[in-house]
């Protein structure tokens, strides 16, 4: 028995040593035959070299790369003074490549169908018509949107240098199609991220594209806001017009946020009735701790947050350098004070009430 349970122990460690990755095997049949073989890991910030074997004088080569598995991964074949092979691999897959020649330009691989999608990906990118090129794509996609190699269509150049798909408001669905698929199925995966951290970016240019556009016919003297208030409406600045408005900027990780609301709430109580208001933008990414904060304090102003932070458009469009920040908004809708200490805002409401 002593005997059974030292094998088993032993077992148990070869197990736990044992590496997980994935073996690529590959032959380039014509001019293949002592080639300086290169495999390179793609990641968001670009290529990471990881190892080089010389092809024998059959031009076939070996590579094991150590993986963790779950999350594919993009690698990158390169052949000395030739071309490239492209595969999206998982931990534990036997990927077999065979090359025409050591241009790469025709190649065949089996037993990964990541690998697979990518070089269906990269044929459509192939097709000279830009129409048929895209609708192609946009079906890649849809068929593909759980697979990495659905962000090949995204970010690959096409055959005439051009993107496919450009980070603008129409095209900005496929974008969001592929980052809300690849965040679900694998959280945390750099590729992902990266997407998603794109999809935010081009959110963040579309929106502060539209405030300019609404800006371009604004009536009142002061650069527009229309930001979703706690329940989710959207809050134009704007609607306030008449009366005499703090536009104020802060966050939930400003130390004082709660001593400066307590001001500002004695001064609100006193000069609501008369015309007096507040439209309080925070810049907290954490939209429960934003609600948290507002309920907490019990603010009974217009409190408002397109959760961006930093990146947020109203931030651009006020030229805010730090919080807190403040605007003094008359009547008649012109900025009057900027950055005006506690201390001295309930003077200077007074004179404009």
């Not at 998982?90 to 990518?118: H, N, P, Q």
């Amino acid at each position: 028995m002593k005997q059974i349970t030292l094998l088993l122990g032993l077992l148990a460690v070869l197990s736990g040593c044992s590496k997980v990755g994935v073996t690529i095997r590959g032959e380039v049949a014509v001019g293949g035959a002592d080639k300086t073989i290169v495999v390179e890991r793609i990641l968001p910030s670009g290529p990471r070299f990881l190892d080089s074997v010389r092809s024998d004088r059959n031009g076939r080569f070996t590579f094991f790369i150590e993986q963790q598995p779950g999350v594919p991964e993009f690698y990158n074949l390169h052949i000395a003074t030739g071309g490239n092979v492209p595969l999206l691999a998982e931990a534990s897959e036997k990927i077999v490549v065979r090359v025409a020649d050591s241009t790469a330009r025709e190649y065949t691989v089996s037993g990964s169908e990541g690998s697979l999608l990518v070089q269906e990906a990269n044929s459509i990118l192939t097709r000279s018509d830009p129409i048929a090129r895209k609708q192609a794509a946009a079906q890649f996609i849809s068929a593909h949107a759980g697979s990495l190699a659905a962000i090949v269509p995204l970010y690959q150049l096409a055959v005439d240098g051009s993107y496919v798909f450009v980070d603008d408001v129409a095209d900005v669905m496929y974008f969001r199609m592929v980052s809300d698929s690849l965040n679900a199925l694998y959280p945390g995966s750099p590729y992902a991220l990266a997407l998603a951290a794109d999809v935010q970016s081009i959110d963040n240019v579309a929106a502060g594209t539209r405030m300019v556009a609404e800006n371009m016919d604004n009536v009142v003297g002061f650069p527009e806001l229309d930001m979703p208030d706690v329940l989710g409406q959207r809050q134009k600045l704007s609607s306030l017009k008449g009366k005499v408005i703090l536009l104020s900027f802060t966050a939930s990780n400003f130390a004082e946020l709660k001593i400066l609301n307590q001001e500002l709430l004695q001064i609100y109580n006193r000069h609501a009735a008369q015309g007096f208001e507040i439209y309080q933008v925070s810049l907290d990414p954490n939209k429960a701790q934003w609600i948290r904060n507002v309920s907490n304090q019990r603010l009974p102003w217009i409190s408002v947050n397109d959760l961006q932070g930093g990146n947020s458009p109203a931030v651009t469009l006020y030229n805010v350098q730090k919080i807190p920040a403040n605007f003094l908004i008359d009547r008649e809708g012109n900025i009057v004070r900027r950055n005006i200490p506690t201390r001295e805002l309930e003077a200077a409401v007074s004179e404009l009430l």
